[in-house]
């Protein structure tokens, strides 16, 4: 066994192929040293109960970071994400109305760049509906500058005040939660 040290490796043939290894072989990469795919990746939850107005659409506050591999995600103030490296990315959105009341959620989106950009709707008004849950998820492209997503959502209220359900802490549980990973270029 020996150490190859080097700082580039091409194919001999113009637009070539570099093989490492044989079919079956595995490769560690050394502690610390990320793969080019699935970062950034960030999963970011509601920590405790966010009020909501009834029919409008409001922005999730989700305040509380689980992972958040590059810092591109902002949990105090604007709470949304802003990846530095361009690329396509996989984007999902779960929202649980509070159980105490009959909070029927009709929308779930992600905006990108302040526009609404994927949308799930649900229309369960009359249905008093407790606990319901709604999910988006989707491909989002980024530039790595300046693009954001952020989630929200409409709701449309049965009796008592709307909310939208945070962690549990006994046994954790997310309920109200965003997460993303970049799948590539």
């Not at 849950?133 to 709307?162: A, C, K, L, M, Q």
């Given at each position: 066994m020996g150490t190859i040290k080097t700082t580039n490796i091409e194919p001999i043939a113009t637009n070539g192929t570099v093989t490492l290894g044989s079919s079956g072989d595995q490769f560690t990469l050394a502690t610390g040293a990320k793969s080019s795919f699935l970062y950034p990746a960030f999963f970011v939850y509601l920590g405790s109960n966010q009020s909501v107005s009834d029919g409008v659409y409001t922005k999730i506050q989700f305040n509380t970071e689980l992972l958040d591999?590059?810092?591109?995600?902002?949990?105090?103030?604007?709470?949304?994400?802003?990846?530095?490296?361009?690329?396509n990315y996989f984007i999902s959105v779960n929202i649980m109305s509070d159980y105490s009341n009959t909070t029927n959620i009709q929308d779930t989106v992600i905006y990108k760049n302040g526009d609404k950009f994927l949308r799930s709707y649900v229309d369960n008004r009359g249905q008093n509906t407790y606990n319901q849950s709604t999910n988006i998820s989707g491909i989002v492209s980024f530039n790595g500058s300046s693009d954001y997503i952020e989630g929200f959502t409409r709701v449309d209220v049965g009796s008592g005040t709307p909310e939208l359900s945070g962690s549990s802490s006994s046994p954790l549980q997310h309920y109200t939660y965003m997460y993303g990973y970049r799948i590539g270029s």
């Amino acid at each position: 066994m020996g150490t190859i040290k080097t700082t580039n490796i091409e194919p001999i043939a113009t637009n070539g192929t570099v093989t490492l290894g044989s079919s079956g072989d595995q490769f560690t990469l050394a502690t610390g040293a990320k793969s080019s795919f699935l970062y950034p990746a960030f999963f970011v939850y509601l920590g405790s109960n966010q009020s909501v107005s009834d029919g409008v659409y409001t922005k999730i506050q989700f305040n509380t970071e689980l992972l958040d591999t590059d810092n591109a995600y902002d949990n105090s103030t604007n709470y949304r994400f802003t990846p530095q490296t361009a690329g396509n990315y996989f984007i999902s959105v779960n929202i649980m109305s509070d159980y105490s009341n009959t909070t029927n959620i009709q929308d779930t989106v992600i905006y990108k760049n302040g526009d609404k950009f994927l949308r799930s709707y649900v229309d369960n008004r009359g249905q008093n509906t407790y606990n319901q849950s709604t999910n988006i998820s989707g491909i989002v492209s980024f530039n790595g500058s300046s693009d954001y997503i952020e989630g929200f959502t409409r709701v449309d209220v049965g009796s008592g005040t709307p909310e939208l359900s945070g962690s549990s802490s006994s046994p954790l549980q997310h309920y109200t939660y965003m997460y993303g990973y970049r799948i590539g270029s």
